[in-house]
């Protein structure tokens, strides 16, 4: 089994930044990619990031230049910043972790952004 906790999480104006870390422990030589989902209020959870142990990096087009996922293989952490926010960006964001598909999920930090 895999543990992942998420913080950074917040209240943010727009055009703000923030950086989201997640600390995986557990299990984590299972762990190929790590990244990221988020759930705005009444839409599905959709792909923001994701990173192989390789540093791979993928990203949802709609999120490309404003965001950028990290790995940090010594403390297994990852790591999602992001710039010039949006309220759109308002969501519940997810770690998740596996090692071909997302096996394993935090429970969510909470992104606000205000106009």
């Known amino acids: 089994q895999v543990q992942l906790v998420e913080s950074g999480g917040g209240l943010v104006q727009a055009g703000g930044s923030l950086r989201l870390s997640c600390a995986a422990s557990?299990?984590?030589?299972?762990?190929?990619?790590m990244g990221w989902y988020r759930q705005a209020p009444g839409k599905t959870r959709e792909l923001v990031a994701r990173?192989?142990?390789?540093?791979?990096?993928n990203y949802a087009n709609s999120m490309k230049g404003r965001f950028t996922i990290s790995r940090d293989y010594g403390k297994n952490t990852v790591y999602h910043q992001m710039n010039n926010l949006k309220p759109e960006d308002t969501a519940t964001y997810y770690c998740c972790a596996g090692f071909v598909t997302m096996d394993y999920w935090g429970k969510g930090t909470l992104v606000t952004v205000s106009s």
């Open positions: 990173i192989t142990k390789a540093g791979t990096t």
């Open positions: 557990g299990s984590i030589f299972s762990i190929n990619v």
